[in-house]
Nanobody, 124 residues
């Protein structure tokens, strides 16, 4: 059974940086992609970044381009989301999730397994 555990969320000032981690365990799929999503209070969940683990192809949402970087450490079975120049509008619960397909997508309906989330709060 695939399990995802996020960590690294925190309270930071505007302009600060954070690195989120997503530890993946129980993965038996032959191919999959992994993504980061976030959900602010009263708003819908939105995709931030994703990676096709079969070829390393990456997709970023417009709000993440130039500030966020998704990466992975295969030895640690961990995917990271490095965030810099954080803004108050980046505040929310950040989730990692996996989908069983080739390619990249930030459509949440494609994702089958989700972590429990980690809170990121950016103060102005």
């Amino acid at each position: 059974q695939v399990q995802l555990v996020e960590s690294g969320g925190n309270l930071v000032h505007s302009g600060g940086s954070l690195r989120l981690s997503c530890a993946v365990s129980g993965m038996t799929w032959d191919y999959y992609g992994i993504g980061w999503f976030r959900q602010a209070p009263g708003k819908e969940r939105e995709g931030v970044a994703c990676m096709d683990t079969s070829d390393g192809n990456i997709l970023y949402a417009d709000a993440a381009k130039g500030r966020f970087t998704i990466s992975r450490d295969n030895a640690k079975s961990t995917v990271y989301l490095q965030m810099k120049d954080l803004k108050p509008e980046d505040t929310g619960v950040y989730y990692c999730a996996v989908y069983r397909a080739y390619g990249v997508t930030l459509f949440a309906v494609a994702y089958e397994v989700w972590g429990q989330g980690t809170q990121v709060t950016v103060s102005s």
